[in-house]
């Protein structure tokens, strides 16, 4: 995380599926377009006010459109969501159908999602079903009654074995065997 | 950093402490003790020093574990807190208030060599040997 993202707002990756289950509810409540009626970089903005705007507000009846002309100043869309979000949007010199399309994509985004840092790139609702991991898990239960340090635990066990390291174990084992083996017709 | 816990995140404190014991008797390989410098700098002129590996020892038994581990971290700001979470003791006296935290102990990297002075004295007389030293021999 770069100190850039420091004071974005984060939150976690979600699929927008609930919304349009029961019923769709459209999350753009409020949507201000701020544009100058003379200068050339609001030119694209006011062909759109002039030829989809009416419609967009006819298909969309729970969005509150304002126009907002202002002299001399380059033109601004600013969308507000269902849940608090507001996007400030510049459109200088964008074309009339770019502006379609940033409008569009306003309409059926759920909230500010270009400006949310992502604290995870995974989420689920149950996280684990054995159990979360804790560092005891998987651990030797002698450690618990164990008093550290103690060289049964820190000792080295990971050195390769040489071939007459191997030839003694084997005859030890084998000595050891036969002793018992002695023991036990003794016993008997 | 606790990298290789399936719970890290970046943003998760789930580094371990852990507790060094016998710093005293680490070895370093050749003679080391003898040529390897440790440098530091007052910040004035004519402030250098180098200090052999032996001197520093003598002088701080921790201080050779430590400077090596801090060498081999990243040299970032976060290097003197992580460093805040390794313990490093001379010998096998460790605070009570350390040691019942202790949980888990890591595995000795290579076997502990066996020195004469380990062996017990008869065992070292009753070993076999071809000659004895003359008396008015001088020992190197």
Redesign the interface.
């Known amino acids: 995380?770069s100190n850039s993202n420091l004071f974005l707002k984060s939150g976690f990756v979600r699929a927008p599926l609930q919304n349009g289950v029961g019923r769709y509810v459209c999350q753009l409540q409020r949507i201000v377009l701020k544009f100058c009626k003379s200068h050339g970089g609001s030119r694209g903005m006011r062909d759109f006010i002039e030829q989809d705007l009416v419609d967009f507000a006819r298909d969309n009846p729970s969005v509150v459109v304002y126009l907002k002309p202002r002299r001399h100043r380059s033109p601004v869309v600013v969308a507000e969501y269902l849940n608090g979000d507001r996007v400030w949007m510049s459109m200088q010199n964008k074309t009339h159908s770019e502006i379609t399309k940033w409008i569009e994509n306003m309409r059926t985004q759920q909230g500010d999602l270009s400006a949310l840092r992502l604290?995870?790139y995974q989420y689920t609702d149950h996280p684990s079903i054995q159990g979360?991991?804790t560092?005891?898990t998987f651990?030797n239960p002698e450690?618990n009654v164990a008093t550290?340090?103690?060289p049964k635990?820190?000792?080295?066990?990971?050195?390769p074995m040489s071939a007459t390291e191997q030839l003694r174990m084997m005859f030890e084992k084998q000595s050891i065997g036969s002793k018992e083996d002695t023991e036990e017709k003794k016993a008997e | 950093m606790g990298m290789h816990k399936p719970i890290y995140h970046p943003m998760n404190d789930c580094g371990d402490v852990v507790v060094c014991i016998n710093s005293r008797d680490i070895a370093l390989r050749g003679d080391e003790w003898k040529k390897r410098a440790y440098f530091h700098h007052t910040g004035y002129p004519g402030g250098a020093t180098w200090t052999l590996a032996w001197e520093v020892h003598n002088k701080d038994p921790t201080m050779i574990i430590k400077k090596a581990v801090y060498r081999s971290m990243k040299g970032n700001l976060q290097r003197r807190h992580t460093m805040e979470r390794l313990l490093i003791y001379p010998d096998e006296e460790v605070p009570e208030d350390v040691l019942q935290n202790v949980t888990n102990q890591i595995r000795q990297l290579r076997l502990v060599p066996t020195r004469l002075d380990h062996i017990p004295e008869d065992e070292v007389r009753k070993f076999p040997k071809v000659m004895d030293y003359p008396k008015d021999y001088v020992y190197k």
């Open positions: 995380m604290r995870k979360p991991w560092p005891f651990k450690l550290l340090p103690d635990f820190g000792a080295n066990n990971r050195l």
